[in-house]
């Protein structure tokens, strides 16, 4: 595979000031211009396919069709985003109208959302191509008007190189501003630094670990002009077993669970990472079946050595604490840069008094704590950090029994499922990726879905201003034929 030498400052600098020149222009640019670009984007990604698919496998470990599957992914997205920004309905445009004789007189008032200005995006290791460089990060910023620069990630930096080849050319094919997009390699900290420090960035996009999002987060607050870190930094999606529930489908439940557990060598960041029930016969059931299962599961290569290594230096961490029983591994034993799945065990009190248990184990790891009661689990609610994702497996009557659980388990994460698995994640617009800290870094916002496009977005407001100098988002005959908050009622008039 080829190498890349690091970005310097200086180089880092003329990308930026070019951003800033490409978003005096494209941020003039209509919905349909921008979305044009968008689908010209997904176009050349279909015309390499095969052969930035064979360059990721290479790269990262991972199988033919998972990337498949990730591309296909990664097209829609670009695709659906562009339908939405041409929509309009995230541009959030609110009018009301002049009343001049009331006393005092009420002005005529306009407001839509504006992009920011250009925006560095961070290529995820473990999605090397839904949440890389022309993933949902890159996508919503160019649909909220928004040049990207992307800083690749290191483990897949060849893949990234020819998907940022795609998006050039169709940035030259759609006729964009020069600086509309760049692409940048570092493997050390200095670039990143460099490139959220830069005056001219107005906001990043992560994915990745708690340590790096947090990085960025604080460098940027340590800015002379602050600006927002979007960083979704993983989370252990906490799974409660509710009684009703457990005592019909133990068996079933755990076999479930051990498929999700290891998917993808559990190389998601809805990992299912923590298991909480009643300590009972049922849940005995539950672990015991779990283990039996996770035993068959043979271990497979983990993206790049540094994620295995890192899995196998927190894996080895966590199962040491006093008080954590290993339920199961793997019988077959792994091979380098393999991930080995493993069960482990703890009781309610141990997690309580162990901040060590709640970190997450990036890999085919999961944790499951037994809860003497009901009191106890949501003593464990109470306690538990921000997440993505809170499953519970219940029955209604379970849920109607228990609604100080279900209410308590709200405040910590973005998305709750019932009865289901939380890998696998929809890209719709009634998805929300993300939860309070230090699931990401700012709760109110969605990674995946076109709701995503408003985090690089800010609103301005219009005062008085002549009709005919309104962009066409505000104008009175409506031009865009958008959805439009007008005197409070929405409508297309």
Not at 28 to 35: E, G, N, V, W
Not at 180 to 193: R, W, Y
Not at 416 to 424: A, D, Y
Request: glycine share 6%; proline share 6%.
């Amino acid at each position: 595979m080829q190498t890349f030498k690091d970005a310097t400052a200086e180089e880092i600098s003329k990308v930026m000031e070019q951003a800033w020149a490409a978003f005096e222009v494209y941020s003039t640019f209509s919905l349909r211009q921008r979305a044009g670009f968008m689908r010209a984007i997904a176009g050349e990604l279909e015309l390499i396919s095969a052969a930035v698919v064979a360059t990721a496998m290479k790269e990262t470990n991972l199988p033919e069709a998972r990337l498949k599957n990730e591309l296909t992914r990664t097209i829609f997205q670009l695709n659906s985003y562009a339908d939405a920004c041409e929509q309009g309905n995230w541009l959030e445009a609110r009018i009301d109208t002049a009343i001049p004789d009331r006393n005092p007189p009420k002005t005529d008032l306009r407001k839509m959302l504006v992009p920011l200005g250009p925006v560095v995006v961070f290529g995820a290791s473990n999605f090397p191509f839904a949440y890389s460089t022309a993933g949902g990060d890159t996508a919503c910023a160019l649909a909220a008007g928004c040049p990207v620069i992307v800083k690749a990630h290191p483990a897949h930096a060849q893949t990234s190189e020819m998907v940022a080849e795609c998006i050039i050319k169709a940035a030259r094919q759609s006729k964009m501003p020069d600086g509309i997009f760049a692409h940048v390699h570092g493997a050390g900290f200095e670039v990143g630094k460099s490139l959220v420090m830069h005056a001219r960035t107005k906001a990043v996009g992560f994915t990745g670990s708690y340590t790096g999002g947090k990085a960025l987060f604080d460098w940027a607050a340590q800015r002379k002009e602050p600006i927002p870190v979007f960083a979704e930094m993983g989370s252990i999606n906490p799974v409660y077993l509710l009684p009703e529930k457990l005592s019909q489908s133990p068996v079933e439940q755990a076999k479930v669970y051990a498929g999700s557990i290891t998917l993808s060598a559990g190389q998601f960041c809805t990992n299912p990472g923590l298991i909480i029930g009643i300590d009972n016969a049922d849940l005995k059931k539950f672990i015991t079946t779990l283990g039996n299962e996770i035993e068959q599961v043979a271990p497979s290569a983990m993206l790049h050595p540094g994620i295995a290594k890192a899995f196998a230096a927190n894996r080895s961490k966590a199962l040491a604490q006093e008080q954590v029983h290993t339920v199961a591994i793997a019988q077959q034993p792994p091979q380098e840069n393999q991930g080995i799945p493993t069960i482990a065990s703890a009781t309610a009190q141990a997690f309580l008094n162990n901040p060590i248990l709640h970190q997450e184990v990036f890999g085919p790891y999961s944790l499951v704590i037994r809860c003497k009661d009901m009191e106890e689990m949501i003593a464990v609610a109470k306690h538990m950090e921000g997440q993505l994702t809170t499953t519970l497996i219940a029955t209604e009557t379970d849920m109607r029994n228990n609604a100080v659980l279900v209410e308590t388990v709200k405040n910590s994460c973005g998305r709750i499922i019932i009865n289901g698995v939380p890998t696998g994640v929809e890209v719709c617009m009634s998805m929300q990726h993300g939860g309070p800290f230090p699931a990401t870094t700012d709760a109110r916002f969605t990674a995946v879905g076109a709701d995503g496009i408003k985090r690089f977005a800010r609103p301005l407001c219009f005062q008085n201003w002549p009709n005919s100098l309104l962009p066409d988002e505000l104008k009175d005959s409506n031009p865009l034929g958008i959805w439009r908050t007008v005197n409070n009622e929405l409508t297309k008039a």
